[in-house]
């Protein structure tokens, strides 16, 4: 073997990670051949003083594994989070979210109608007209039969004007509105009471005016 | 012993018992593992914190027939790695680094000249490229024998054996610069 390829082995050599034979053929060489053992002293001294260096360990603080321990206990119930509650809460939102964009939905709907509504039924001599002389006979009949049986029967007939009142005006909004969806019908629903009770109360005190 | 199915799927269920004991067989290994990359024994602490996280979280995904320590040494190495690029702009190795004394003995008694060559030889090793280097310190610090370190590098075994062999050549021309050989 030649010193080249001497000194090229020789990291494998002092690490032993070379074939017998290779290992006793540099070793003849080295005892032999001066440059090369001064080559393989400098590797050895090299090596030596690292492996001192891995021989003296830092400093353990065995503590960090109670630490750890806990951040991994944390990941643990981080995990049952994940797992189990975290799709629930999510859910949970999204019905929130959907729930609250169809209640605001509902409710720009809701105030649209109503702009609508107020537009046509709000307090005129139109709709009183309209309420008075398509309902002329009952509403006579009504006060007639108030006037005449007193207070026995208000009750009763103050629920039937009310009805007389309200089916005049959804018929007169059907007239006035066309087109309407089924969620303006059931918002209508929901106001109409509001001005049902208007009417009511201004056919009320004016019956005798307006029949007049 | 720790390679058993049963102590892998507790381990895998984060159990109490089976988190101890991996903490307890390994944790101090890992910990000497990452301080010989980033030579600070907070950081290696820090290195060592995210390494285990980085084990649970991905622990599903670990399968048994690898072993266990393989498995760790590999995050171990990726996590130094990852932490001296992350670091490189505040860790230079020109910049003289600090050698603290490992065995936490008062070192008033080592002389100028025994720090000074402490100093080269961590400066060496740090020098190495990153692949040198931590085939070096598997092999110094963990002992492991070259089909381990190439498992865990994933690399050939020849390859590991190779860049052991730079690596050392490396090492003696760091230290014959300084003039300590």
């Not at chain 1, 119930?77 to 964009?101: E, G, S």
């Not at chain 2, 048994?64 to 990852?82: A, C, F, K, Q, W």
């Not at chain 2, 680094?97 to 008033?108: F, P």
Request: proline share 1%.
């Amino acid at each position: 073997m030649k010193c080249k390829q001497v000194q090229y082995f020789l990291p494998d050599y002092i690490d032993s990670g070379l074939d017998n034979e290779v290992m006793s053929e540099i070793s003849l060489h080295l005892d032999r051949c001066d440059e090369c053992k001064k080559e393989y002293q400098k590797y050895f001294n090299a090596m030596e003083k690292v492996k001192s260096y891995f021989e003296e360990k830092p400093l353990y603080n065995k503590s960090v594994e109670y630490k750890i321990f806990n951040n991994i206990a944390d990941l643990k119930r981080r995990t049952l989070f994940d797992v189990l509650l975290k799709p629930v809460a999510a859910l949970a939102l999204a019905v929130m979210i959907v729930f609250t964009a169809v209640k605001i939905d509902y409710y720009v709907k809701k105030e649209k109608v109503r702009g609508m509504v107020e537009n046509v039924l709000s307090l005129n001599s139109n709709v009183v007209d309209y309420i008075v002389v398509n309902n002329i006979e009952d509403i006579n009949n009504l006060f007639i039969k108030k006037y005449t049986e007193g207070l026995l029967n208000e009750a009763e007939i103050e629920d039937a004007l009310y009805n007389n009142i309200y089916s005049s005006l959804s018929l007169y909004l059907n007239i006035k509105l066309k087109n309407l969806s089924e969620t303006d019908i059931k918002i209508i629903e929901d106001i109409l009471p509001e001005y049902v009770n208007k009417y009511y109360d201004y056919v009320s005190e004016n019956y005798e005016q307006i029949i007049l | 012993m720790h390679n058993s199915d049963e102590f892998i799927r507790d381990l895998k269920l984060k159990k109490d018992y089976a988190v101890k004991n991996v903490l307890n067989m390994y944790n101090k290994k890992l910990y000497f593992t990452a301080y010989r990359f980033v030579n600070n024994r907070e950081s290696a602490e820090d290195v060592v914190q995210e390494v285990w996280l980085k084990f649970f979280k991905n622990i599903k995904s670990f399968r048994s027939e690898s072993s266990l320590y393989t498995y760790l040494y590999r995050i171990t190495v990726n996590e130094s790695l990852r932490w001296l690029k992350k670091n490189k702009d505040t860790y230079s190795i020109n910049d003289n680094i600090k050698y603290e004394t490992a065995s936490g003995k008062d070192d008033v008694f080592e002389s100028l000249a025994e720090k000074e060559e402490k100093n080269a030889v961590v400066n060496a090793v740090t020098k190495l490229p990153e692949k040198q280097k931590s085939v070096v310190i598997l092999r110094m610090e963990n002992r492991l024998k070259y089909s381990e370190i190439a498992e865990i590098l994933n690399i050939s075994v020849n390859n590991a054996k190779a860049l052991y062999s730079y690596a050392v050549k490396n090492i003696k021309k760091y230290l014959e610069e300084d003039n300590l050989l």
